[in-house]
């Protein structure tokens, strides 16, 4: 199984900020990775697919990086909607698994 | 516009079944495979279950397999997950997503989901 460990767990930024998230698979996934946002309550909304993909509708403040076991996930300008939990997540292999999260939390 | 709806949850014992729906409009069902994913409380996410589109081929972690059932009914835009043998550990909101088609195959990753239904496994 591959792990995914994303770190920080916890990142206190201002809005308007600069905000990198970092995500490290176990092996390699290749380009198979995605991002997530969760606010509380809610369900997980798809941010990025493939790495770098955006989702439609997603802003262009939100960009992914990446390849084979170290991916970012960057907000350029941290908006005050931005503030939730982060999950990575790879298809590469079976079971498809998540990371721990990263709250971005209000500094 | 895509809406995913589960139903089905509630409080059950240990050794329990339960089964649980996911009734889907706005896109093509049969195109698309489905999963399944819980989130315990005031955890992380985890994938339980896909199922391709037309049902033919299902996946599940070690954590349930044998245990979890996934199917859907095309005819009526449905995903199911029986589940039985319960256990304490399976208490979580369960979500279903949609995985979308990509050439021959699908892509796992879940780009629409549902609002949850709670299980709880509780003596």
């Known amino acids: 199984e591959i792990v995914l460990t994303q770190s920080p767990a916890t990142l206190f930024l201002s809005p308007g900020e600069r905000a990198t998230l970092s995500c490290r698979a176990s092996q390699s996934v290749s380009s198979y990775l995605a991002w997530y946002q969760q606010k509380p309550g809610q369900a997980p909304r798809l941010l990025i697919s493939e790495t770098s993909n955006r989702a439609t509708g997603i802003p262009a403040r939100f960009s992914g990086s990446g390849s084979g076991t170290d991916f970012t996930l960057t907000i350029s300008s941290l908006e005050p909607e931005d503030f939730a939990i982060y999950h990575c997540q790879q298809r590469r292999n079976w079971p498809v698994t998540f990371g721990g999260g990263t709250k971005v939390e209000i500094k | 516009e895509v809406q995913l709806v589960e139903s089905g949850g509630g409080m059950v014992q240990p050794g329990g079944s339960l089964r649980l729906s996911c009734e889907v409009s706005g896109f093509i069902f049969s195109s698309y495979a489905m999963s399944w994913v819980r989130q315990a409380p005031g955890k992380g996410l985890e994938w339980v279950s896909a199922?391709?589109?037309?049902?033919?081929?299902?996946y599940y972690p070690d954590s349930v397999k044998g245990r979890f059932t996934a199917s859907r009914d095309n005819s009526k835009n449905t995903l199911y997950l029986q589940m039985n043998s319960l256990r304490v550990e399976d208490t979580a909101l369960y979500y279903c997503?949609?995985?979308?088609?990509?050439?021959?195959?699908?892509?796992?990753?879940?780009?629409?989901w549902g609002q949850g239904t709670l299980v709880t496994v509780s003596s």
């Open positions: 199922i391709s589109g037309s049902g033919d081929n299902t």
């Open positions: 997503a949609t995985n979308p088609p990509s050439g021959s195959g699908y892509y796992y990753y879940f780009d629409y």
